[in-house]
């Protein structure tokens, strides 16, 4: 079986869109929620949890044939728990700032639900080309929906965007939106515009099936 | 000492009221989302929690304080904390079958999920963070469970009504209990100016 540039191209369009771990499957919704008060701690925490998921589908794919069945659940906790603590300890040697806001999150990447889901229905399967590419694309889903989220909280609660003031002078933020009641109204409409676009698109898809 | 109780009783009520681990920390979101369609699942997974989250606060500040400060292995703390209460789990799960079935019967389901429910070793950390004792870790972590009982319940009772009505199509399921997530956030983030 060889790896083309089409299988590619699916991985990474599942990962962004068709199966987004946030706004599809639900997963990982606890940091989604968290971490989104601004952008830059959303792009940090999406970057933090797709270097992890990398290392781990590549790891728990080079090792699926010699973990056994019955611990491997126990096993992929102890690898992801293991590429979490350098993670954290690279963000703490190198980026303090970002370690003060993220704080307790980046130790709970270990139970965040999405890399134990591609471990599990993904990585511990397949080989270790398509598994590292699934973990660069969940990854990347993950961070841009954070990201999504984040941008519209930031912009709508402070004014800003990646820190600088975009709103004119006479816009008075709305601070709910920074609060915990805006990340889940903003995660919520989000979720329900992406149900709306994927229906709309089946639609089509559907029509012109029938059309040919 | 009856300054130090009333602290561990102050200390619980801001874990269970104003840092709810639902509305504000966040903690515990999945099985929030997951388990909260009927008020008596919620309720049973929320017992789970209580129990579980109550004895690994005990278990992993014991092995921090014990084990690996000591041996000055502090940066081990998340690996270390997260086989704890893996195997906690599993041990309180084998235990409850043999000696109190009963109890078994009506946790058993939720105990596997508990794994990985991030409100377990959320809780184990900020345990650390904070310099707790071991009375105050375990009452911290009892309180904080009671908080997402208590949070998951009345978000179940919420969903129960929602069930009856008619939302846009693309409103329905998640969303939808979202939205009404954030209405309770917003009542919950009335406790948010108390400070004890």
Known sequence: ???????????????????????????GMCSALAVTTSVTNALGMGLAVTAVLICSNVFISLLRNFIPQQIRIASYIVIISGFVTAVQLLIQAYLPDLNRTLGLFIPLIVVNCIILARAE??????????SAVDGLSMGLGYTFALVL??????????????GFKVTPAAYEPAIIFILPAGAFLTLGFLIALMNRIRSNLEKKSAKDKEEN | MGEYFINILLLMLTAVLVENYIFSKFLGICPF????????????????????????????????????VPFHLEYLETIAFILIIASLVQFIEMFLRKFIPALYGALGIYLPLITTNCAVLGAALINIQNNYDFIQSLAYGFASAAGFTLA???????????????????????????????????AFSGFSGMSF
């Open chain 1, 121 to 130: 229905s993904f990585a511990s399967k397949q080989p270790v080309l398509p």
């Open chain 1, 1 to 27: 079986m060889k790896y083309s540039i089409k299988d590619l191209k699916n991985q990474l369009l599942d990962g962004l869109f068709n199966k987004n771990p946030v706004l599809v499957q639900m997963l």
């Open chain 2, 33 to 68: 989302l997951g388990v909260s369609d009927k008020p008596d699942t919620a309720l049973g997974m929320g017992f789970a929690v209580m129990f579980v989250m109550t004895l690994s606060s005990a278990a992993t500040w014991a092995v921090y304080h014990l084990i690996l």
């Open chain 1, 149 to 162: 989220v984040a941008a519209v909280r930031e912009l709508v609660g402070a004014g800003t965007l990646l």
């Open chain 2, 152 to 186: 998951i319940v009345i978000f179940a009772g919420v969903r129960v009504r929602i069930s009856f009505a008619d939302p846009p199509k693309s409103f329905r399921g998640i969303p939808i209990a979202m939205i009404a997530a954030s209405l309770i956030a917003m």
